[in-house]
């Protein structure tokens, strides 16, 4: 029964979450071939529905959406790129952009 609970209380709190809780905040700067990345592949890339970063900003995960910039909603497929992120960096990871827009909260510097 006690699983169940934990369970249930889980899946309630995560409910509660907004997508702009997985906006990342403050200032961040990104190397110069991410922000390359970022131009040259993820902008100009049909589709491109979240840019996911960890918090030191040496890495980045991207996904696309099939139907097109801005036709995917948050859900899978941005949950699934921040845990790629956050399995393979070990840091909390948060999204950069959402389609061709920076939604961060904070002053972004590119080295």
């Keep these: ?3 169940f609970i934990l369970f249930v ?29 970022f ?4 902008l100009t890339s049909p589709g491109p529905a979240f840019y996911v970063i ?18 995917c909603q948050f859900g899978t497929v941005g949950l699934n790129t921040i845990a790629d992120c956050e399995r ?5 990871c948060y999204v950069f952009a959402e389609g061709d827009e920076i939604i961060w909260k904070g002053e972004v510097t590119f080295r």
């Design 88 to 92: 393979d960096t070990g840091q909390k």
């Design 1 to 3: 029964m006690r699983p």
């Design 9 to 37: 209380t889980l899946i309630v709190l995560v409910a509660c979450q907004t997508v702009e809780d997985f906006y990342g905040s403050g200032p961040i700067t990104l190397s110069a071939s991410l922000e390359n990345h």
């Design 39 to 42: 131009k040259t592949k993820y």
């Design 54 to 71: 960890p918090v030191d900003g040496t890495a980045a995960y991207h996904s696309f959406c099939p139907a097109g910039t801005g036709m």
